[in-house]
């Protein structure tokens, strides 16, 4: 070009030539798209090169996905077992304060004084031998 050479854009050029490269781009990716579906891009060098690493990383996924069910499951085992333990501690409560209720001093006195034991009035007495 010359020093003197004046040159005139077209205000839509420059939209054209962005729109050329977006439609370049949208074509790249259907094409890749394409590709997958298709499969190709299974016997592109890359992939082949590399394929020993693909394995190693869907073995990964793989225990991934794994852990998060054994994850799921241990949860539910620690639930129930936590809602067993709940309900046998309620059982062992309950049972306590029957056997308390029944083991109460005036109940026992009450129980007893038809067959003649009575409760003793004096304190009781320790008796020690020394030798």
Do not use: C, H, W
Request: glycine residues 4%.
């Amino acid at each position: 070009m010359a020093e003197n050479e004046i040159i005139e854009k077209t205000p839509g050029a420059d939209a054209k030539s962005k729109k050329a490269k977006k439609d370049k781009a949208s074509s790249k990716k259907a094409n890749t798209l394409v590709q997958i579906l298709n499969g190709d891009f299974l016997t592109k060098e890359f992939v082949t090169k590399n394929l020993s690493f693909i394995f190693y990383f869907i073995f990964l996924l793989i225990l991934l996905v794994a852990k998060g069910y054994y994850d799921k499951q241990l949860t539910k085992e620690v639930d129930s077992t936590q809602k067993e333990l709940d309900e046998l501690m309620g059982d062992y409560v309950a049972k306590k304060a029957e056997l308390e209720e029944i083991t109460k001093r005036i109940t026992l006195v009450n129980e007893l004084s038809p067959i003649g034991l009575k409760e003793t009035v004096n304190p009781t007495k320790v008796i020690r031998i020394k030798k």
